[in-house]
């Protein structure tokens, strides 16, 4: 328990690291920030909706994009410089590594998720439920932050790899999500494959405290993502045991 403990600790320092190194970096900023933002208001403003129905959404894509920017990028940029290597050498486990990861993603995804807060509040946006929706915010990034590590499992030395596993990964889930359209008005086939992204469940959570109903009842959605975490964290261990003496 101790021992256990004592990685816990170490991995602080991993994400006080990984904060003020990555999240800095150009394509972090990009693609985990900026262009979902862009794409996002383009999307539904073309659409002519209300700024009630776009809040849900863009919260969504706010804390899943900026909770996957960090681990596809982190691992590939610390191997070809060795870094990765001192590290490993260092008294850490690699789950250890893992989980500063998956932290320093979480919470940077929430703090950018106060920004569309922010903007919804400034556009008279009433929040019915703010207690479940920052639950949900803390919950989700954990989520989204641990799936990020499955992105980064390939061992490989640019990012430019990584990120283009990520982006198609993470684009066809941005649409079947219920993002920009609620599950209610998707045919019951997008709807049933929907149900197989954790960005789902989120966003069906962000509009129940924006005051519209939600599809699933709330305990579904919060179980479902709950477990969408354990099953990514279980895999991303065992896979990173694997591929990680490669990038040595």
Not at 96 to 113: C, K, P
Not at 166 to 192: D, H, M, Q, W, Y
């Amino acid at each position: 328990m101790n021992r256990i403990l004592d990685q816990i600790i170490r991995s602080f320092a991993l994400v006080k690291k990984d904060v003020m190194i990555y999240y800095s970096k150009g394509p972090v900023v990009l693609m985990g920030v900026l262009w979902p933002a862009i794409m996002f208001i383009s999307f539904a403003f073309g659409r002519g909706m209300a700024v009630e129905a776009l809040m849900p959404g863009l919260t969504g894509v706010s804390v899943f994009f900026t909770c996957s920017a960090i681990a596809p990028v982190a691992f590939p940029w610390e191997t070809a410089p060795r870094t990765l290597e001192r590290l490993i050498s260092a008294p850490v486990a690699i789950w250890t590594i893992l989980f500063g990861d998956m932290l320093a993603s979480a919470l940077v995804g929430i703090v950018i998720s106060i920004v569309p807060i922010l903007i919804a509040i400034g556009f008279g946006v009433t929040f019915t439920s703010p207690l479940i929706l920052a639950l949900a915010i803390i919950v989700g990034s954990i989520c989204f932050a641990t799936m990020a590590l499955l992105l980064s499992v390939a061992p490989v030395s640019g990012p430019q790899y990584t990120q283009m596993l990520s982006t198609l990964i993470k684009f066809p889930l941005l649409f079947i999500s219920g993002v920009f359209i609620p599950l209610s008005n998707l045919p019951e086939a997008a709807r049933a494959v929907s149900f197989v992204s954790p960005l789902t469940y989120f966003t069906d959570i962000a509009r129940y405290a924006t005051g519209h109903e939600s599809y699933l009842p709330l305990y579904v959605n919060f179980v479902a993502i709950i477990f969408f975490t354990v099953v990514f964290w279980i895999i991303a261990v065992r896979l990173h045991n694997r591929t990680l003496p490669k990038r040595l």
